[in-house]
């Protein structure tokens, strides 16, 4: 476990690339209780602002090669000097800006992970799925992946952000068009409020639309 300040926020990485089986839910009623928590160097201080904070947990979706390790890396950090490895189990990042925390879980998307996904929607705030704008013959791997997470009760009225990522690689279909291929055009307000926005690879430190999402998601 690790945490530090960045540009004016407090982030704590508790855990990375973890196993998603029987984890998941040990992992999280520890994030949510603060129960038995061991005494890093600031820690008591740290936790005491986050359970003061507005708390939202955050699940990060997505097909494998995404980059959904990358754009919340952009989060996480100033900088981000070279690519996140993909993550085979999930990450768990909490994101404290002001009175708000998000508590961010990034699940893995290679399809020996995504039958784990629905062990992980329960008290979810905010679906977040990203996509690879640029890899249109996986688009319908997307929409299939993303309705069946969306045929979950648990879901209903839940916001979605669609982050579609890699605008910046040729071919990549713009945020609107990718809101149309995912079927999320005719959605009712009633049932989920949809926001699409885009990002960009990061490249030698430069981030553009991440920092968009993180402010996105700390106003729904």
């Not at 490895?85 to 990042?93: D, I, Q, W, Y």
Request: charged share 25%; glycine share 8%; with cysteine.
């Amino acid at each position: 476990m690790s945490f530090g300040k960045i540009a004016g926020k407090v982030a704590i990485l508790l855990a990375g690339g973890a196993t998603v089986a029987g984890i998941g839910y040990v992992t999280y009623n520890y994030l949510k209780l603060r129960k038995d928590a061991q005494e890093d160097e600031g820690f008591e201080e740290l936790s005491k602002t986050i359970e003061e904070s507005k708390e939202k947990r955050v699940l990060v979706l997505g097909l494998d090669n995404a980059g959904k390790s990358a754009v919340l890396a952009c989060m996480e950090n100033n900088e981000l000097q070279s690519a996140p490895k993909p993550t085979e189990g999930f990450n768990v990042m909490c994101v404290q800006k002001n009175d708000t925390t998000l508590n961010i879980w990034e699940i893995g998307g290679d399809p020996s992970v995504r039958k784990y996904w629905h062990n992980f929607i329960q008290d979810t705030d905010i679906l977040v799925f990203v996509v690879d704008s640029a890899d249109t013959k996986r688009h319908p791997e997307a929409y299939d992946e993303l309705h069946i997470q969306l045929g979950d009760e648990r879901l209903k009225h839940v916001p979605i952000v669609i982050v579609a990522n890699k605008q910046d690689l040729a071919g990549a279909l713009k945020p609107h068009e990718i809101q149309t291929v995912l079927g999320l055009d005719f959605f009712s307000p009633k049932d989920h409020k949809v926001q699409v926005i885009g990002t960009e690879t990061p490249l030698e430190g430069i981030k553009k639309g991440h920092e968009h999402l993180e402010n996105l998601l700390m106003k729904l």
